[in-house]
T-cell receptor
Framework: QQQVKQSPQSLIVQKGGIPIINCAYE??????FPWYQQFPGKGPALLIA?????SEKKEGRFTISFNKSAKQFSLHIMDSQPGDSATYFC?????????????FGKGTHLIIQP | DAGVTQSPTHLIKTRGQHVTLRCSPI?????VSWYQQVLGQGPQFIFQ???????GRGNFPDRFSARQFPNYSSELNVNALLLGDSALYLC????????????FGQGTRLTVV
């Protein structure tokens, strides 16, 4: 059972464009939603995270939009650069009892063309 | 300031063997989690350790085990290796348990032949 569904699987955007990556979750108990960036051969790096009590969060060129009623959240990258080319993962976590790990989406392979 | 360090970076093992992977968290962090990332997929949660005790476990067989030491470093052990265990094994460090940022190491690439 895939609890976090991520789309698209791959995305090509011209430099300066705004790639948008979407995620949907099923478990309403999730209360922490981070995005990670991963380059080939490296571990995931935390980009930005949001809690369900806010609808939007910006950090630099990265923005998360969160829709609690729809159980969806998305990542926008403003003024995208070739150096942003990487695989992006959304994730979700439940801070209550039981397993205390992140549930990841399958990832989006993003290419920013010069 | 050192981040999360994992060793070794690459490892090749034969089916049926045992493997031990190591992780040192960020200084001051007390929680360590382990994840398995198969090529082309997102990481999957294996274990979380906090204050040297297992606090959470994902859907992995008993062949997988881990422990955390008094200095908060951790080991992941996998017995009776299968070809399907070939993956990038990631360690994540958090300050405390619960909803806090998790920072990943570069991973250990395990290949089972």
């Amino acid at each position: 059972q895939q609890q976090v569904k991520q789309s698209p699987q791959s995305l090509i955007v011209q430099k300066g464009g705004i790639p948008i990556i979407n995620c949907a979750y099923e478990n309403t108990a999730f209360d922490y939603f981070p995005w990670y960036q991963q380059f080939p051969g490296k571990g995931p790096a935390l980009l930005i995270a949001i809690r369900p009590d806010v609808s939007e969060k910006k950090e630099g060129r990265f923005t998360i939009s969160f829709n609690k009623s729809a159980k969806q959240f998305s990542l926008h990258i403003m003024d995208s650069q070739p150096g942003d080319s990487a695989t992006y993962f959304c994730a979700a976590k439940y801070s209550g009892g039981g397993a205390d790990g992140l549930t990841f989406g399958k990832g989006t392979h993003l290419i920013i063309q010069p | 300031d050192a981040g999360v360090t994992q060793s070794p970076t690459h490892l090749i093992k034969t089916r049926g063997q045992h493997v031990t992977l190591r992780c040192s968290p960020i200084s001051g962090h007390k929680s360590v989690s382990w994840y398995q990332q198969v090529l082309g997929q997102g990481p999957q949660f294996i274990f979380q350790y906090y204050e040297k005790e297992e606090r959470g476990r994902g859907n992995f067989p008993d062949r997988f085990s881990a422990r955390q030491f008094p200095n908060y470093s951790s080991e992941l052990n996998v017995n009776a290796l299968l070809l399907g265990d070939s993956a990038l094994y990631l360690c994540a460090s958090s300050l405390v348990r619960g909803v806090t940022e998790a920072f990943f190491g570069q991973g250990t690439r395990l290949t089972v032949v």
